[in-house]
């Protein structure tokens, strides 16, 4: 089953799109010939969930998913297509209504697989880089500190006499603490008085 950005499915996506599901696959198979390692990483992420019931992000934090494990073993990814649920059914005394059910949970399984390594490292990369900010900012006795980080925000309060040099601070320690294959660009927003 092929699956786009964050697991859409061609028939989701030519809904949302108001084209025909073919033509949807198209794109999505176009996207993924443009982006073949992204699909192998994809692919990797979905493999270690359905054969280990969880998925590691880049950083190393781990999200345990053991249900879609369970199911993959019991259904297999035949379930992921409706047109296999009454065969499944028959096969597996389960009723249909029951595996509409189990369908959709494996769907969402399948989905927070992909979806967790993405914002798992970009949790990581704005903690690692308050972290490297702190640091800088004790060193250079400045009044400025991190006052607030929700998952990849962060919020940096300080006073106002050193706010020019708190913004070269968060700048570079936002694009340099994390080294990645492309680099990261960030543009702090300043807000007050």
Known sequence: VSQSRY?????KLAMSLGIDKEEAQ??????FKAFPKLKAKMDGYLHEVKTTGKVTSKFGRIRHLPRAKEIYEKYGD???EYKNLRKIAT???TPVSELEV????YNNLLNNALN????SAATSIVNRAAIAMTKVFIEEKLDAWVSLQIHDQVVISCNKSCIDRVKEIVQDCMENTNKLAMPLIDKPIVTGK
């Open 7 to 11: 697991g859409m499915k061609s028939g």
């Open 91 to 93: 096969k597996t005394y």
């Open 78 to 80: 035949a379930i992921l």
């Open 26 to 31: 198209e794109i999505i198979d176009n996207y």
């Open 116 to 119: 967790f390594p993405i914002q």
């Open 102 to 105: 189990i369908r959709k949970e």
